[in-house]
Structures are given as C-alpha cells and as structure tokens.
C-alpha cells in the first residue's frame, strides 16, 4: 500500500486478508480507522482477538461455541432423536434462523473432496457415528450444499449410517420460491420434477 | 445478531459499525474471524489497536503522520512555496499517489457547513493563515472537494488568503478523462466550457 503511512498501510493489509476486502477496501477502512475515536478502534481491536480466543468448538457436534457444548447441545429439548449434517458452522447459524428445525447438528467441518486431498478421516465422519451408537438417533438429515463435493459426501454418509438403524433423509433440492422456471437451470428443474409432491 | 454465540456477535457488531460493512457482510467476516488460525487473529487485531495508537497528526499540515512531523512537512526538497489545501488526510495520499506535485499540504479537517454547524473556526483556517505568515508560501492550491461545501470552503480561504500575498488557484473542473460528454452532467459541461484551453 504505498505513499501511506505505516499504521495506516499495516492495519490495510490485514485487513486485505480477509474474504471480500480488496485493497481499495481496505485502504478506506484504514482510515476510517485512523479517524475513529482511540476507544472505538480499541473495542474494535479487543472484540477481534477476544471473540477470536473464546470460541471453541462443541464437544458433541463441532459447532462454534462459548463452552463445552454449544447452545443447541446444551439444550434437552432438542434432543428429539434428529441429527442434521452441515458443512459448516454457519450453516447451522442459517438453519437456526429458520427457527424451524428443533433437532440436534453435527458439524462436518468440511466435504469429501478427493481433487483438494480431502478424505473420509479428514472430516467428522467418525464423529457421526459414535454419536450414532451412542445417542437415541432416528433420522440423520444430511443438508451438505447441493453441489458434487455436498451431494457425493451425503452419499457416503448415508452407506454408512443406514446399516446401523437411522433414518437418512437428503433437504430437497428445486426451484428456489421466487424463482423463475425460465432462468433455472436444467439440472435443477430436473430435481425439481423428480422430487415433485401431491397438493 | 441473533442465533450467534456471543464471540461472533460481539465481533460482527463492532465490525458492523465500519462503513459500507453491513449486517450480513459483518456476519461473514465475523465467521471467517472465527475460522482463522489464533495468531492471524492477534495479527488483524494488534495491527488495528497498535495502528490507531501510533497515528498522531502532523504538527505543520494536519496530515496523519507517525511521528511529529509528516513525511511530506519533514522532506526539505517539498518546501517550494507551495501549499496544496484539502479537507481529509485521504486526499492527501489520493493526490501523493499521482507523484506529480512536489509541494506541501495543509488539511482542513472539515469544510464549512453552516447547515451542520461547521464555521470557520472548527476547520483549521486559522493555521492555513499562520503558515502563510511564517513561511515563505507563494501559492495556495484550494483542492477542497467540487461540492457545494468545498467550493464555499475554497471561495472563503480565497477572500482570506489573497491579501496577505500568494496566488490562490482552484483545481479544475471538466469531463473527467474516459468519460462521455452525453453523461455529463450539465454543472460540469459548463465548467469543462468555462474552463479551456488553447491546444
């Protein structure tokens, strides 16, 4: 970042690291930082590093937590037999805001991807399973992001979940609501037909 | 921001508070924060506190500087007579970034705005006047911006200025370079019109 002082080029590129933030961006966060009352930029500073060090991940599901078990775990209510599989923690923090789903989560912490070296042993499959043989489980929604690596990791669960008694159900794929049949693509449409329901 | 545990929350609120960083864009960093390895973490957030910490003002111009003096006021070859007046320390580095002009800077911090309270005296006028009287100054640039509040900045320090001695001039207006006379808005054809030059 040149022709710019070194606090202000330094707190830009970090700031440039992260998702989203090009060098422009950056740059202008600089200096609103730079203008920013010293205590604001230090409550800035602090919820960075102190949110960074205090969470942890759910002993029970891999979710992002405060404690040792996670909100949802914590919770006796929603041990209902359901275990749903995600990717990743914001993806539970996207079903939770449905405030739809009253089960019980399971953190992947990734997807089987054999061109990026990522196998079975590299995400919490193993987990799932001991939490299979040991919890009451009736039905493990596998909800992976509909796309090769989501989908071919679903497979792979369900050949391993079914033989020990669960349910495996698959979130459906179809047109988004508000969509339009025009602008979905083909593979979608097909999905959509496929999975149609009774009215 | 609800569904969050509570380190996630706290740093998408004060993420939240940056300009142009909206509630899900705040949310998205706070989960990449999340994700990061500890010490990127130290990292972004030591660059931000100790950043803002080591940003003084410059004692001549105003500008942001590490120590008393800029690096502009501190660089002997730069004291040409010249002085180059903006309203943010940003436009200093818009204009250093050029590497065409070669003289000195002086920061408003501000341009008058009778409509938010901002009189003379709450802009840096006053050291504008002082450094005309104890350094040898020979033209004041007023670069302020072309807006309603720059140009009645720009008209002011003009009036107050010109007795004491230096030419005053004003950045240009006209079609920006790659722009389109057919989109251009009308204030600015006229000030393009205005404002030629022989070829």
Redo the contacts between chains.
């Keep these: 970042m040149?022709?710019?002082?070194?606090?202000?080029s330094?707190?830009a590129?970090?700031?440039n690291?992260?998702?989203?933030?090009g060098k422009k961006?950056a740059?202008?966060?600089?200096?609103?930082?730079?203008?920013?009352p010293?205590e604001?930029?230090?409550?800035?500073?602090?919820?960075?590093?102190?949110?960074?060090?205090?969470?942890r991940f759910c002993e029970c599901c891999g979710n992002?937590?405060?404690g040792e078990l996670?909100?949802v775990c914590a919770d006796e209510k929603r041990h209902n037999g359901q275990i749903c599989v995600v990717r990743?923690?914001?993806d539970v923090?996207a079903l939770?805001?449905l405030h739809e789903y009253s089960g019980l989560y399971h953190v992947l912490h990734g997807t089987l991807s054999p061109m990026d070296g990522i196998g079975p042993d590299d995400i919490r499959i193993r987990e799932l399973l001991d939490r299979i043989e040991t919890e009451q489980v009736s039905e493990v929604i596998l909800a992976t992001n509909p796309d090769v690596e989501g989908e071919a990791t679903a497979a792979y669960i369900a050949r391993l979940v079914k033989p020990l008694g669960p349910r495996c159900t698959r979130i459906a794929h179809g047109v988004p609501v508000g969509g339009d049949l025009e602008y979905t693509d083909d593979v979608t449409l097909v999905k959509a037909l496929e999975g149609r329901r009774e009215m």
């Design positions: 040149d022709g710019q002082i070194e606090p202000i330094n707190i590129a970090e700031l690291r992260l998702p989203g933030i961006t740059l202008r966060l600089a200096y609103y930082i730079a203008s920013m010293l604001d930029a230090r409550d800035l500073a602090v919820s960075i590093w102190n949110g960074r060090k205090a969470i992002y937590s405060a996670c909100a990743d923690p914001r923090s939770e805001r």
